[in-house]
């Protein structure tokens, strides 16, 4: 997906963790592959690049693929 939206990502993100709750506490956590930035600040951000960025670790948890 060339430009994912914040609404397809969050969407994503309660899929991948099968909870609602669980995908915000997700999106509210800092991640390392973020530089510490939290998935949320970047999609408020609006930064494409970021938001492809959550996307790619969304699938990378969906599929089990560790880094």
């Known amino acids: ?33 973020l530089h510490d930035s939290t998935p949320d600040s970047v999609l408020i951000s ?5 938001m492809r960025h959550i996307l790619s670790i969304l699938i990378q948890i969906d599929y089990g693929v560790v880094s």
Do not use: N
């Open 1 to 33: 997906m060339e430009h994912p939206s914040d609404q397809f990502i969050r969407r994503y993100a309660s899929e991948v963790f099968g909870d609602p709750a669980k995908a915000e506490t997700w999106l509210r956590t800092d991640i390392p592959a």
């Open 46 to 50: 609006g930064d494409m690049e970021g």
